[in-house]
C-alpha cells in the first residue's frame, strides 16, 4: 500500500520557474526522503528530512516538513530541462528503515 | 563505488513460467531491498535483508515468491508460476548499516518483467 499521496499528480512549468510539490502521509513518521526518478537515470535519492527537523535545504533544493498536518512540501527553485522526472517522497517509522513510496508527481520543465 | 546493478533488464515471459532475478547491491552496503513499480505507481515494498537474513516481507509477498541473499552479497527474486498481475518493473536498492546516511537507498536501473 502506498502511505504518500502527491499532489498535484502532475505539473508543468516554464524553465526558469519554482516548482513547489506536496506529499501527505498516514501514519507517524521517522524519517521523510525524496526520490527523483527518470528514464536516464533511475531512482535517486534527493533529500532527507527527519521528524524533528522542519526544513531542509539542498543546492536548488529545499523541504519542509509539518508532522502536525503529516504533509511535506519540496520546492525546486530556478527549474531546468534537466529536472524533467517524476519525483516521489518517501516515509520510513524508522526500526528496519522499511520505506513506503508515494505515487509520485510528474513534473515536466519546458525549455 | 559501482552503484546496483539488476540483471537481466528486460524479461519476456509465458504465464505458468518461472522468472529469477539478480541484484548485485554496492559492495560496502550490507543492507537490500526489493520494491516493485507498476505504471503510474510508486515502487512498492517486498522484502528486505540485512546481510543475509530476510527482516520483513510485504503482504504483497505471495508464497510464489521468494527471495535470497545467501552470503550477504547478491540477491535473488524468483517468481513461479507467473501471472499477468506480476508484469511490473522490478527494482532492488542497497544502503548502508548505520551512520549519517543509512537511510539512503541507492537503486539499481531495474528489471522489467512482462508476462504474455
Known amino acids: 500500500s502506498q502511505q504518500g499521496e502527491e499532489d498535484p499528480q502532475a505539473l508543468s512549468i516554464q524553465e526558469g520557474e519554482n516548482a513547489t510539490m506536496n506529499c501527505s502521509y498516514k501514519?507517524?513518521?521517522?524519517?521523510l526522503q525524496w526520490y527523483r526518478q527518470n528514464s536516464g537515470r533511475g531512482l535517486v535519492h534527493l533529500i532527507l528530512?527527519?521528524?524533528?527537523?522542519r526544513e531542509k535545504h539542498s543546492g536548488r533544493l529545499r523541504v519542509t516538513l509539518d508532522t502536525s498536518k503529516k504533509s511535506s512540501s519540496l520546492l525546486i527553485t530556478a527549474s531546468r530541462a534537466a529536472d524533467t522526472a517524476s519525483y516521489f517522497c518517501?516515509?520510513?517509522?524508522?526500526?528496519?528503515?522499511?520505506?513506503?513510496f508515494g505515487i509520485g508527481t510528474k513534473l515536466q520543465v519546458i525549455p | 563505488d559501482t552503484g546496483v546493478s539488476q540483471d537481466p533488464r528486460h524479461k519476456i515471459t509465458k504465464r505458468g513460467q518461472n522468472v529469477t532475478f539478480r541484484c548485485d547491491p554496492i559492495?560496502?552496503?550490507?543492507?537490500l531491498y526489493w520494491y516493485r513499480q507498476t505504471l503510474g505507481q510508486g515502487p512498492e515494498f517486498l522484502t528486505y535483508?540485512?546481510?543475509?537474513?530476510?527482516?520483513?516481507k510485504s503482504r504483497l509477498l505471495s508464497d510464489r515468491f521468494s527471495a535470497e541473499r545467501p552470503k550477504g552479497s547478491f540477491s535473488t527474486l524468483e517468481i513461479q508460476r507467473t501471472e499477468q498481475g506480476d508484469s511490473a518493473m522490478y527494482l532492488c536498492?542497497?544502503?548502508?548499516?548505520?551512520?549519517?546516511?543509512?537511510?539512503?537507498?541507492?537503486f539499481g536501473p531495474g528489471t522489467r518483467l512482462t508476462v504474455t
Open positions: 536498492a542497497s544502503s548502508r548499516a548505520g551512520g549519517e546516511r543509512a537511510y539512503e537507498q541507492y
Open positions: 501514519t507517524s513518521i521517522n524519517n
Open positions: 528530512i527527519r521528524s524533528n527537523e
Open positions: 518517501a516515509t520510513d517509522a524508522g526500526g528496519y528503515q522499511k520505506v513506503t
Open positions: 559492495s560496502e552496503h550490507n543492507r
Open positions: 535483508f540485512q546481510n543475509e537474513a530476510q527482516l520483513e
